[in-house]
């Protein structure tokens, strides 16, 4: 065994490049055990725990929490300890990605891709995955059909999860002051809000150290201490003319030009900041979409004045698109532009655009042509409670076959939203008004909803996607 080991960040995801430290859970000159929590690390998907592939000594760790860190690069180098447990040499520990649904046109399904290895060497391809193992990333956890459910593991003497550490480091809440209200003393994501709010764990001046740049490393210069008080903080060169601490605002860049300012509360600061996480990968796929996809967009509105009482809107659109998805098979489909082929699918998985303050989630809904209107409901509620708290697997946010945007819950009529490949169709419901409305004798005041759909024209006909708005509106007419 060499002296050192150099650990270089496993692919996360399925194919993401690249994963934001959250934090670390070892400084340099720890020691560690193997398959102990080393970092958490948040990616488009998930914050993920990623444990120690040695045990020994951690000698350099490779970024500061906010920093991006490119898949395959080096994460960790350290200096095993011989007389601690190590793993085989040859011991596989990495993790195959299922892709939810098989394609089920009667064709013979995919071949799974090659397996990805968590070795000291990065992302080496191990031989085929026979099946999806139990959904680890990295560390030594037998391949099964199992679910295992994120668990909560105590740093520093707190126990909370990998993504309710993450939202208190976003929210400045030191966790060590929050009070636990989880099973075993477990802080949760209402516990790290609450305190937010009110205030009562804001990260103490000592806890918080000198102030870091993640790209750079450098902490701020101390000035020596005034009146006997506490020492105060000098901003690096270059930032004089900007501000006198991270308190006070001003109309000065960094250069010292004038800048815009924003409401007080607003984290912005006039300078570039790096997307990360969920923004980032987001802004690669609205990129990709745009560069693939050739959109056209068809609206009208659905005429919902025989409602009963009762019906639930989310509940009525997802239907409507079942129903459309079954008269016009063409838009409930996947197409590859590379290949020229498209899959019509028999089911109707449904992503659901959920917006959140770091981006743009997609879960999906599956089968939601076999789901009545209670599981309909409960399994989006389901779905938003995940991605709020983070706990969404992967393998939810991808897969599905059609989306749904429901953009009118803020604001807007009409839209032009993006079809992300493979998929061909989105569908976007706006906020519903009353309007007048000839009828027999006279007018009446109706209420209506907007819809757009969007449909990728090199799949899908113009007549295909009239065809479908006009299955969605007949079954939006209905009373129940």
């Given at each position: 065994m060499s002296d050192t080991k150099n650990f270089h960040l496993p692919d996360l995801g399925e194919g993401l490049p690249d994963a934001t430290i959250v934090e670390w859970f070892v400084k340099e000159g720890d020691v560690i055990r193997l398959d102990e929590p080393l970092v958490s690390m948040e990616t488009?998907?998930?914050v993920v725990e990623v444990p120690s592939p040695v045990s020994g000594k951690v000698l350099k760790l490779a970024g500061g929490p906010g920093d991006v860190i490119v898949t395959g690069s080096v994460l960790a180098q350290f200096a095993p300890d011989p007389n601690l447990p190590q793993r085989a040499e040859a011991q596989d520990t990495g993790h195959s990605h299922g892709g939810g649904h098989a394609a089920s046109t009667g064709e013979p399904a995919p071949?799974?891709?090659?397996?990805?290895?968590?070795?000291?060497?990065?992302?080496?391809?191990?031989?085929?995955?026979?099946?999806?193992?139990?959904g680890t990333v990295v560390g030594?956890?037998?391949?099964?059909?199992?679910?295992?459910?994120?668990?909560?593991?105590?740093?520093?003497?707190?126990?909370?999860?990998?993504?309710?550490?993450?939202?208190?480091?976003?929210?400045?809440?030191?966790?060590?002051?929050?009070?636990?209200?989880?099973?075993d003393g477990t802080v949760t994501m209402s516990d790290v809000k609450s305190a937010a709010a009110n205030g009562t764990a804001a990260p103490s001046p000592a806890a918080r150290g000198p102030a870091t740049s993640p790209a750079s490393g450098r902490g701020e210069q101390v000035s020596p201490v005034r009146g006997g008080g506490e020492p105060a903080l000098l901003p690096p060169a270059g930032e004089g003319a900007r501000r006198a601490d991270e308190g006070q605002r001003t109309p000065l860049s960094a250069s010292g030009k004038p800048m815009r300012t924003q409401p007080p509360g607003v984290s912005a600061s006039g300078q570039p900041e790096q997307l990360k996480g969920v923004r980032r990968n987001m802004a690669r796929v609205m990129a990709d979409a745009h560069a693939k996809v050739v959109p056209t967009t068809l609206t009208d509105d659905a005429d919902i004045h025989a409602w009963l009482p009762g019906n639930d809107m989310t509940v009525r659109l997802v239907r409507a698109i079942v129903s459309?998805?079954?008269?016009?098979?063409?838009?409930n489909a996947w197409f590859d532009g590379e290949s020229l082929t498209r899959t019509l699918h028999p089911h109707v998985d449904i992503g659901i655009a959920v917006d959140t303050d770091d981006g743009l989630f997609v879960p999906a809904l599956r089968n939601a042509d076999m789901l009545d209107a209670r599981g309909i409901r409960e399994g989006v509620n389901r779905l938003r409670q995940q991605v709020e708290a983070r706990s969404l697997p992967a393998s939810e946010l991808s897969g599905y076959t059609i989306s749904l945007s429901n953009f009118g819950m803020f604001a807007g009529r009409y839209a032009t939203p993006v079809v992300v490949p493979p998929c061909v169709a989105i569908v976007a419901a706006g906020r519903a008004r009353h309007q007048i409305t000839p009828v027999m004798g006279g007018f009446e005041a109706h209420k209506v909803i907007p819809l757009s759909v969007t449909f990728d024209?090199?799949?899908?006909?113009?007549?295909?996607?009239?065809?479908?708005?006009r299955a969605l509106i007949d079954d939006l007419g209905l009373a129940q």
């Open positions: 488009a998907k998930a071949a799974q891709p090659a397996k990805v290895v968590a070795s000291d060497e990065g992302g080496e391809l191990a031989g085929k995955a026979e099946r999806s193992d139990a030594a956890m037998q391949s099964s059909d199992t679910v295992h459910s994120e668990q909560a593991v105590a740093v520093g003497g707190v126990r909370a999860m990998p993504a309710v550490r993450a939202l208190a480091r976003k929210l400045g809440v030191d966790l060590t002051r929050v009070r636990a209200s989880g099973p459309a998805s079954k008269t016009v098979p063409a838009l024209h090199r799949a899908a006909t113009g007549g295909e996607a009239a065809r479908f708005l």
